[in-house]
């Protein structure tokens, strides 16, 4: 195994456009688009958590396996269903979301439920702020980092904020900063940026990201929808371009980016190299980074969540019709 994720796995409902509308079931939610980003392009991955005892429960679990994604982590119950998204689109393929949870099984997954073992067999792992929303859910994630940084995986955390399924922006923003000081690799938007400074009044940008890197971040990401995405290391700063496409749905372009992004990075790290070689070499982390933005911009010309991520195969037919 390589890559660990863990958190919500859901059913997004996508929207056909249509007045009146209908909606098409696919497989989603950012943890697990992350797992089987990472697999079909030929990484080994795992997800980690709950799933309701019930037919889009067993629908989530069987699509992962399908992918290829290892579910013996992966618990069910029956005192919660799988959690829905209802995703409508406008006339560019942007989002607008509407959750059905809380209640939901992913929140009830406890600090007990890790296995030791899943963090013995991965060298990452991966979380998003949405398996921070709630007391219970809030306290396994912190668990997990912290049995994570025992057994020496690298945490990478995508911020992917949904405020609408926060209590409060203040509480969204302090769990937030709590799980910065436990990761390694942070990736958010700049809009997602705009809110943490819009609570640390004190900081600009530079101040902010500087804070990160005494926190012990290694590596920040910045995405801002079509313009390029600008990454940190405490030691350099660069950017990269997005490839011009015809967006179709956005859903899961940023898990595809982060799925991308890890790949390389265990590509990287195989290679009998570590993180903190990567902060001193930016050109091996500008291809990082370049081969993810085209993983994110392949997902933006296919709909759904997993149909979406592509294979090692697609991603060079994309990059030799970008060429010609």
């Not at 996508?14 to 939610?29: A, R, V």
């Not at 560019?92 to 406890?110: I, K, N, Q, T, V």
């Not at 012990?216 to 700063?237: C, E, K, Q, W």
């Amino acid at each position: 195994m390589s890559l660990l994720a863990f958190g919500e796995a859901l059913i997004d409902f996508l929207s056909n456009g249509d007045t009146p509308e209908t909606f098409t079931k696919y497989p989603g939610g950012a943890p697990a688009n992350v797992t089987v980003a990472y697999a079909k392009l030929g990484g080994k991955s795992a997800f980690c958590g709950m799933f309701g005892q019930d037919m889009f429960g067993d629908y989530l679990l069987t699509s992962l396996t399908e992918h290829q994604v290892d579910t013996r982590y992966c618990l069910q119950t029956s005192k919660a269903k799988t959690a829905l998204a209802f995703v409508s689109l406008d006339a560019h393929g942007e989002r607008s979301f509407s959750f059905y949870r809380p209640p939901a099984a992913d929140l009830l997954f406890l600090a007990s439920d890790f296995t030791p073992q899943a963090f013995i067999d991965n060298r990452l792992f991966h979380i998003c702020s949405n398996s921070l929303t709630e007391e219970s859910i809030y306290e396994s994630t912190i668990h997990g980092l912290t049995l994570a940084k025992t057994h020496q995986c690298l945490r990478s955390f995508d911020v992917n904020l949904r405020l609408n399924l926060w209590e409060s922006d203040v509480l969204a923003f302090e769990r937030i900063w709590q799980c910065i000081h436990h990761c390694d690799i942070l990736k958010l938007s700049q809009e997602e940026l705009d809110f943490l400074l819009s609570h640390r009044h004190e900081q600009q940008e530079s101040d902010f990201i500087q804070q990160c890197f005494k926190q012990g971040v290694s590596i920040i990401m910045i995405s801002n929808g079509h313009l390029p995405v600008r990454y940190y290391t405490a030691n350099f700063h660069g950017e990269c371009q997005i490839p011009t496409i015809q967006v179709v749905d956005t859903t899961a372009a940023g898990d595809a980016f982060v799925g991308g992004m890890l790949f390389k990075l265990n590509q990287y790290l195989n290679e009998e190299k570590v993180l903190n070689q990567l902060v001193h070499e930016q050109n091996k982390l500008q291809h990082i980074i370049d081969f993810a933005t085209l993983c994110g911009a392949f997902a933006c010309t296919q709909k759904g969540a997993f149909p979406s991520l592509p294979t090692m195969e697609d991603i060079t037919l994309f990059s030799q019709k970008r060429v010609s």
